[in-house]
């Protein structure tokens, strides 16, 4: 059974939300990794594992598509964390150069010299690149894994005190007079985007669910939500929830079902294709995602795409999505059946 269902939309713990916005970023520096995706996907040692952050997603790339290339995913990356392009520039030159004066930076990089001196000074204050007392004064950048420390620790310590105001804040708001406002029920809509936002949403749900949490995650969806810890989340909430996980049948799905070791019962696979990702929540609250792709530009390789979610509890619409969830589960089949009827 193949089905195509489409929309438009028109223009290890339970995780904080805080804490959940640094695990997608460590992990999303987890770069150049081996990959074996069991007895389906072949092992390649050419493949990396990289963090696609024009279409939040992972993918893997052959390591002979050409340095250009690699080194502009790590500059993507260093940007997520807060350096500017001529800091990425200054310290990816040192850390593959070794020690350099700054004369010798701003010539190779093509850089104004007191730019280059400014661009050295903040970085030093960041811990990213020390300099040797001699004359002429050298710079030398730190590791890159030691990069990425500092800078995901510069950014907990941000979120650190974020929260520490969080109670002053709100103690403050309350303090100021409110206008009564009735509380009513409403059908109501709210439109996400980006990949961070449709799992802080999609873990939302969950903490908020009462008995029941259905999930429809094709593969570039189970590997984000596989990724981010959702799936754990789910499998902790077992025991107080009904939860049944469905995907497309790809060679891809069955890998990160192997991986996340659910009994047979709380997932299905099934024979089905060009479906968005969706999470039902007790029957009533609905969040769908879909890849918004912009207009192909001259000279690229591929259309960009970002995750665009909507979260809804709008009954006909989630009365819509139940019924095609309960189609898809009567049609779907555990690994082990999988493979019991491939082999001849």
């Known amino acids: 059974m193949?089905?195509?269902?489409?929309?438009?939309?028109?223009?290890?713990?339970?995780?904080?939300?805080?804490?959940?916005?640094?695990?997608?970023?460590?992990?999303?520096s987890m770069e150049m990794v081996n990959v074996y995706m069991g007895q389906s996907m072949e092992r390649d040692a050419d493949l990396i594992k990289v963090?696609?952050?024009?279409?939040?997603s992972w993918r893997f790339v052959k390591r002979d598509k050409g340095l250009d290339k690699q080194l502009a995913?790590?500059?993507?990356?260093?940007?997520?964390?807060?350096?500017?392009?001529?800091?990425i520039r200054v310290y990816l030159h040192l850390a593959r150069s070794g020690e350099r004066k700054a004369s010798e930076i701003a010539e190779a990089i093509s850089l104004h010299r007191t730019e280059t001196y400014r661009i050295l000074r903040d970085l030093e204050k960041k811990g990213l690149v020390y300099s040797a007392f001699e004359k002429p004064l050298k710079f030398t950048g730190v590791p890159l894994e030691k990069a990425i420390d500092l800078l995901i620790e510069a950014q907990k310590m941000k979120i650190n005190l974020?929260?520490?105001?969080?109670?002053?804040?709100?103690?403050?708001?309350?303090?100021?007079?409110?206008?009564?406002?009735?509380?009513?029920?409403?059908?109501?809509?709210?439109?996400?985007?980006?990949?961070q936002q449709m799992i802080l949403k999609a873990n939302e749900l969950l903490e908020r669910a009462k008995s029941?949490?259905?999930?429809?995650?094709?593969?570039?969806?189970?590997?984000?939500?596989?990724?981010?810890?959702?799936?754990?989340?789910?499998?902790r909430h077992m025991g107080k929830l009904k939860i049944t996980l469905l995907t497309?049948?790809?060679?891809?799905?069955?890998?990160?079902?192997?991986?996340?070791r659910w009994v047979a019962h709380k997932y299905r696979i099934v024979?089905?294709?060009?479906?968005?990702?969706?999470?039902?929540?007790?029957?009533?609250?609905?969040?769908?995602?879909?890849?918004?792709?912009?207009?192909?530009?001259d000279g690229e390789e591929k259309k960009k795409s970002k995750t665009l979610?909507?979260?809804?509890?709008?009954?006909?619409?989630?009365?819509?999505?139940?019924?095609?969830?309960?189609?898809?589960?009567?049609?779907?089949?555990?690994?082990?059946e999988i493979y019991v009827r491939s082999v001849p």
């Open 162 to 195: 974020l929260e520490k105001e969080k109670l002053g804040l709100v103690e403050l708001w309350l303090s100021i007079p409110q206008q009564k406002v009735e509380n009513s029920e409403k059908e109501i809509f709210q439109i996400l985007e980006g990949g």
């Open 51 to 56: 963090y696609d952050d024009d279409n939040e």
């Open 73 to 87: 995913m790590i500059e993507e990356t260093l940007a997520r964390y807060g350096l500017i392009r001529n800091e």
């Open 2 to 28: 193949n089905l195509q269902f489409r929309f438009a939309v028109h223009k290890h713990k339970v995780y904080t939300p805080s804490e959940l916005t640094l695990k997608l970023i460590r992990t999303s």
């Open 212 to 235: 029941e949490i259905q999930v429809f995650a094709p593969s570039e969806y189970l590997a984000q939500l596989y990724h981010s810890d959702f799936t754990d989340n789910l499998k």
């Open 271 to 297: 024979d089905a294709s060009n479906l968005p990702c969706f999470i039902i929540s007790d029957r009533k609250e609905l969040l769908i995602a879909i890849q918004k792709t912009g207009e192909e530009k």
């Open 248 to 260: 497309e049948n790809s060679s891809k799905s069955r890998y990160f079902i192997e991986q996340m």
């Open 309 to 336: 979610a909507l979260w809804t509890n709008y009954a006909a619409f989630v009365e819509i999505l139940l019924t095609l969830f309960a189609k898809l589960g009567e049609t779907g089949k555990t690994v082990q």
